[in-house]
């Protein structure tokens, strides 16, 4: 089974930090364990609306791969908002 990724990230200047592991994501790609859907920086500080609107429609998505910089509340509020909204909505 091909796991299906998004990566969303704080913003874009944490891209560099997230770099290796981007990297990694690449090759499962090129051996068909993984493929990445879509990688979206995102803060969860300056656009709330929008992320939750990427975490509302990720229905085809198995994986969130979730970073930020140093205030990371980007991976708390991801997690809290699928947890209590999104399992909801499947009911």
């Known amino acids: 089974m091909i796991r299906k990724i998004l990566v969303m990230i704080g913003s ?14 690449d090759e499962a790609d090129v051996v068909g364990a993984a493929k990445v859907k879509a990688v979206i920086t995102a803060s969860i500080h300056r656009n709330m609306d929008e992320v939750r609107e990427h975490l509302w429609n990720m229905d085809d998505i198995d994986v969130l791969v979730t970073g930020a910089g140093m205030a990371n509340q980007l991976t708390g509020a991801d997690d809290a908002y699928l947890r209590y ?7």
């Open 85 to 91: 909204m999104v399992r909801n909505k499947k009911r």
């Open 12 to 25: 874009d200047s944490d891209l560099p930090q997230c770099a290796q592991g981007l990297r990694f994501l």
